[in-house]
């Protein structure tokens, strides 16, 4: 298979069986933690559960009182990565394109001097956040290699497509099939590893917020 071949493949069926393990992924995963399920609470309520557990989801995302090193360095880093990794995605030109013949509509792009420093930006948390794990021995002991996984899943996209807006004494076909697979190698374990985060985080957070609305405390 040639370059272009394999090109070609990537941006048709391959891409196509990436979305979809993705969608079916995230639907598998969001059924089985609903399905775990909760005993029925028989003590009568004393506050609204529902709000208390959108509440929690709310101020969990921010900076509060008494929030340790840990917990301020892993807010900024996650913060900026997201932030870093979201406007490269969907203000990148080629990326808005993409969206365009997906979705049949698209957006004005930011200026490309903007795209380099978000993608820097989050390649930069990225790094510090792998650092901040390897040095610190708490971290460092309960890390597995799915952590490690996760990092360089998310680490490639970036660089490769950093490194496909710029000149580089690489074939840009090759390139941009190796972002491409980063890109959809990404699609495909996000569902299945502890990238799955980005929907179970907010379903424990209000999860736990609603038990302790219920109760008539704050979580």
């Not at 990326?95 to 930011?110: N, V």
């Not at 190698?185 to 985080?201: A, R």
Request: with cysteine.
């Amino acid at each position: 298979m040639t370059e272009i071949e394999l090109l070609s493949w990537l941006r048709g069926p391959g891409f196509q069986i990436s979305v979809a393990i993705f969608v079916f992924g995230l639907v598998y995963r969001i059924s089985q933690n609903l399905a775990l399920g909760r005993k029925k609470n028989l003590a009568a309520p004393r506050g609204n559960s529902f709000s208390a557990g959108l509440n929690t989801i709310w101020r969990r995302s921010l900076f509060h009182e008494g929030m340790s090193y840990r917990g301020y360095f892993t807010l900024i880093a996650g913060y900026t990565f997201h932030l870093g990794f979201l406007v490269t995605l969907f203000f990148l030109s080629q990326h808005i394109i993409m969206f365009r013949s997906i979705f049949g509509f698209g957006w004005p792009a930011l200026p490309p001097a903007i795209i380099d420093i978000t993608a820097l930006i989050g390649m930069a948390a990225l790094v510090a956040v792998l650092i901040h794990r390897i040095q610190d021995p708490v971290l460092r002991k309960l890390s597995d290699y799915q952590d490690y996984l996760a990092w360089a899943l998310t680490f490639l996209p970036l660089a490769s497509g950093f490194m496909l807006v710029h000149p580089m004494e690489i074939s840009y076909t090759l390139l941009l099939c190796l972002h491409i697979i980063f890109a959809e190698v990404l699609l495909i374990v996000i569902p299945f590893t502890k990238l799955s985060h980005m929907i179970s985080i907010f379903i424990a957070r209000w999860y736990n917020g609603a038990i302790a609305g219920y109760k008539g405390v704050q979580s």
